[in-house]
């Protein structure tokens, strides 16, 4: 098996880490940043950017940009609440009930998922480009208390982007392993996992490298940027009743109104006061109209009194499932730029009588706990075992709607749990088994994840026939549901992957379609990179120029500089007709005129060092100058007589001399 990268796939930031010489590392990308912004955007000549090129034109092309995505991930539209609505760019619902993201520039409806694998195509390729290997596998990270549609749809997503899913890894679970890889003593572990739209909560036993989960929950709707709302609306609010405008209601205003809140909330985490200045957010009848404000970390705690009380609840519920005390616990982490804020902190340190360990990088914590389960997986790894649990109750529904639990939640896993069920009427030739998962009684307040029939039954009372149904869930927490009619033997199975935002029809047509434009979408890349590094080469050579001519005049190396100046002027003219054939031999002539250019400037600067040398360089000058052809012809006397001033019947006589006394 070939190496294995691990991926956090984070609602605001995504890393990559990779395992090298049994060590796990984060890997930088292209731009040079460890953290890579989880934001898609098009151009106005419908380019695709990803990163910290798309997060860039956030305020300026709101509708085309598209951040916070995770939260639509594998969820249908009557899912979402509100909160998770309230983004610049159009979210809407298709035929299906399910979520898509509407793009004007390149006039096309994309799934979350489509997005999304655009960011991990872009981790894949700077990992790709760092290790100089080609990288087709990957241990993705998800909240722990993603549901089984949730984690399909982010396997789907991963597939999109030309990547094999090795395993689906809890995200406080891969923190463990990051925080536990090196200890060899044995100790109880609560991690604290608030990123930047989720919220889990995990508690492991780790000992002489096993991993024990014993108990987990969360929110998949609350997060950082929960947080960065609430200042938006007091900042939104206080406007509107000053002005009269709701700024939430205008694109750019609302993504500059999150933009100064995410940079508030950051900088109230080691001061008590920030101000935020924000001009010209909106025009008024007497012209245009600012916020200047403060913001006092005291206030900011008061708006985030429900979300504070909304973080401890699963904490109580982890506590509970696992059976143990608080004061049990031996170790605190915590993960996610979000638990940096001082009022989540005091909350932990509430909860659990033990200082948070500052030991890991809660930003890059969990890719690093990713890249260690690709070692396991690998077997560069052989001393650690990891054992997960299944976030949520599996079950199916019976009569009167009520949801029997066939797998409780926090098993550990991989589990197969069957039980047998009949017939609710007489001479039932048929049975429908409909698949739940949560933790409601009633089967319609939880998750429907799919449903499918067993028929053939033979006639029979009521009550009489036996139909075995089994869950089977795999390491990666995915679900594979089967039902057996034990008189005939007759069986039926089924993935369940319906919970998807993409139908299986929908991955296999963007996955073909990827495939057969994937020359013509590499041709026009590379002649995009052709085009952007010609641009950064004549920038280059300018500039060059222009320091050169600075320090040494115009006329100090005036052959050379007349070289970088053709060669110049050759790449504008081919990059204006978009010549890309010629370009390159254009791009090539201007790298050696350039090269020429500064080994002349070096050898004047070392000229000009060292004094003795210069005189001897005078003197070469001198002696090439005189037996140059501009000087001399056929015949050495036939001088140039205006290049020395002499007189040419001198000249005549003192050859004539020169004939007579040599020849003679």
Known sequence: MGRIVGIDLGTTNSVIGVLEAGRPFVIANAEGSRTTPSVIGYTKGSELVVGQQARRQLVLNPRNTFSNLKRFVGRFWDELDESSLNVPYTVRANDQGCVRVTCPITEREYAPEELIGSVIRKLIDDAEKHLDENIDSAVITVPAYFNDSQRQATKDAALLAGIKVQRILNEPTAAALAYGFDKSSSSRVLVFDLGGGTFDISLLRISNGVFDVKATSGDTQLGGNDFDQKIVDWLADNFEKEHDIDLRRDRQSLQRLSEAAEKAKQELSGINSTPISLPFIATGPNGPLHIETTLERKHFESLCKDLIDRLLKPVEIALGDSGWTADE??????????????????????????????????????????????????????????????????????????????????????????DVFSTSQANQSSVEINVWQGERQLASDNKSLGRFRLSGIPPAPRGVPQVQVAFDIDANGLLQVSATDR??????????????????????????????????????????????????????????????????????????????????????????????????????????????????????????????????????????????????????????????????????????????????
Do not use: C, H
């Open 329 to 418: 616990i031996n170790d605190v982490v915590l993960v996610g730029g979000s638990t940096r804020m001082p009022m989540v902190q005091q909350l932990v340190k509430t909860i659990v009588p033990v200082p948070p360990s500052q030991s890991v990088n809660p930003d890059e914590v969990v890719a690093i706990g990713a890249a260690v389960q690709g070692g396991i997986l690998t077997g560069e790894l052989r001393d650690l075992l990891l054992n997960d649990v299944t976030p949520l109750s599996l079950g199916l529904e019976t009569v009167g709607g009520l949801m029997k639990v066939l797998i409780p939640r926090n098993t550990p896993i991989p589990v197969r749990q069957a």
């Open 487 to 664: 008189t005939t033997g007759r069986k039926q199975s089924v993935s369940i992957n319906g919970g998807s935002n993409m139908n299986e029809d929908e991955v296999n047509k963007l996955i073909n379609e990827a495939k057969e434009k994937a020359d013509s979408d590499r041709r026009k890349r590379a002649s995009i990179d052709q085009k952007n590094n010609a641009l950064t080469l004549v920038a280059q050579a300018e500039r060059r120029l222009r320091d050169v001519s600075l320090e040494f005049g115009p006329y100090g190396a005036e052959r050379q500089q007349r070289a970088v100046e053709v060669s110049l002027r050759d790449v504008q003219d081919f990059l204006e007709n978009d010549d890309l054939a010629e370009l390159d031999i254009a791009v090539s002539a201007l790298q050696e005129a350039l090269f020429g250019l500064n080994r002349r400037v070096s050898a004047e600067k070392r000229i000009d060092n060292n004094p003795i040398q210069g005189i001897k360089n005078t003197f070469g000058s001198l002696k090439d100058e005189l037996f140059s052809d501009d000087y001399w012809d056929d015949d050495p006397w036939d001088y140039q007589p205006n290049s020395r001033g002499a007189n040419s019947d001198y000249i005549d006589r003192e050859k004539d001399r020169w004939d007579n006394d040599f020849y003679n």
